[in-house]
């Protein structure tokens, strides 16, 4: 793809920039916070509402209400916005380090991989809710590393043969889904076929902490990375040449990228294309400079899958949609568009 | 809007329809009876499922394949058990029924299975199920027969049409008069009862429940409840956890146990602070009787209702 050399240019930004982009982008994602906590399949009265997200008390909630807001939908934004941000980010590093705009952690199998830890955890560790986001973690990580010796060619790493490794991977782990789900009995396998797609519902408190606290880690070491990786940008050799330690780079960003994938999959299922839109949305608008990239997706991603998830829980209230289909519906066509575009 | 099915012009239609039917079938099974041998086009007959599709079936049906357990136990129930050839995995009631051959699972039928039964027709209990094999079956002259039940009266409904159809029309008769008893008198128990309102949830993580379509929808109603999701369209779907609190259900009902084990047997996270909850009003009920539009449904109606008046059946 011809766009990818074009839009993957090592612009370097100004700290004022990054900082203005970054303010702007945290406005956005606060506007958007506050949009999607007042807006439901039950209408809560929105000046009570605020009054008691700004942490007041006596706003006249009923203590249904309240239960509504804080117990049930507050915790789903969040889950939401740590969701969006660790899978905008770590197709952000994915396609710095692997300098392909196409890698993405659904398209490279790695999401994939993570839901075959997650369903392993699920059919054989099943009391245990902390083994899904350690297997998916492991599950991530595995894939990561065996579409990354594939795709690695003796004359090195080629876009084309980095989607082809991930294409394998990717139907090769569908097939150890499909196979998984057969194991299963009858009863989960249509929850199951939800959770696949994405689905934010019936989130519990612990997979809430899972999904934020890697969130914030894994963002925390792609960010403190970002400048080694526009060196990377340049390739491999040069970087070395200019003092990165290209290896250790590469590990902690396979590392870090598996990590937010895998809680996030582990704690909402597949949710497609934000990995994919989001980082270059952020490139169009921002430059490619990846300290404003990866912040800034961080907070895009995050916005972005709020905004997916409220259309899921409200355009056909009270039934719901998984959010994997609606970020799919927004994701896909805008792809095309920025590929013609490109 | 209030829909009442036993006063409307349909269910008159229907019955005239029925009566129709039976005289025909009962005519064809008494020509069983008597054993007069028929052959050529004479042998089969036509009859419409519940999907409204026209099926063509020979009028003694010794070999029959049944692709979801309620239909295995209404099959059983109106005793027509020796014909069944073969079943799912499901199929575990009556205890026989697990010692027919499987022919795989209710979404994953194995078509050569089925094939090399030779059956003279399957049944399937939605219609959902027919696409992927009803061609390939269609060309073996194995008719598939739907029955898609939304209510207890269509499910007594689906035992008499099977009755029919497999010349047990006075067994099956009997059965629904059984169960029509049965349920009657769960009627007269809860007369003067409050109407409870519930949620039944189909499954908590993802929150499932039923809705306007589903036979569920009317047992809760005839087990003196009132389903907080009864007006929303559809069967059954991905719900709103907003929307079921926000919906204050005096009562929770938990189908669990039988053959789904300890599956859905606790209240969603963002259940646990509604009325219900709070007031030890969740219901755990044997999934058996009721996730099977079948025979064993009226004893689902009845712990149902005991469940949700207990002081009503003193």
Redesign the interface.
Known sequence: MSGGSQSIHTGRATFGRTLFVCGFLLLLLVLVLLIASVV???RLPLASSLCALAGKTNCGLSS??Q??LF???LP?ILLAGAVGMSLATAGAGYQALLRNPLAEPYLLGVSNGAAVGTMTALVFFGAHEWSRPVMAFAGALLATFVVYRLARGRTGTTPERLILAGVIVTTFLSSAIVFIT?LM???????FT??LLG?L????TSMLIVAMVAAGVGVGFLIANARSLNLMMLGERDAFDLGVEVRRVRLTVFVAASLLVGASVASSGSVGYVGLVVPHLVRLSFGSDNRVVIAASALAGAAFVIVADTLA?TII??????VGAITALIGAPLFIFLLKRG | MKYTFSKSRSYRCFTTLLLAAALVFDFACWKRDTKVPLAGIGSMRTVTDDAGRQVTVPVHIDRIVSLAPNLTEIVYAIGAGAQLVGNTEYCDYPPEAKHVAKIGDTMHPSIERIIALKPQIVMVSTASQLEAFTKQLAEQKISVYVTDPHSLEEVFHSITTLGDLLCQHDRAAAVVADLRRRADLVEAAIKRVKPVSVFYQVSGEPLYTIGRDAYLTDLVRRAGGVSVTADVPGAFFLYSDEAALAARPEAIILPTGGSMGSANATVAASLRNSPAALNNRVHKINDDHLSRPGPRLVDGLEELARALHPEAFK
């Not at chain 1, 009858?186 to 929850?191: E, F, G, L, N, Q």
């Not at chain 1, 209230?317 to 998984?322: D, H, I, S, T, V």
């Open positions: 439901g399949s039950q249904e209400q239960a509504i117990d049930i939908r789903r057969t009995d009858a009863t989960r396998i249509r929850s939800f959770w689905d519902s019936g989130t519990t829980r209230a009270p039934r719901e949609l998984p």
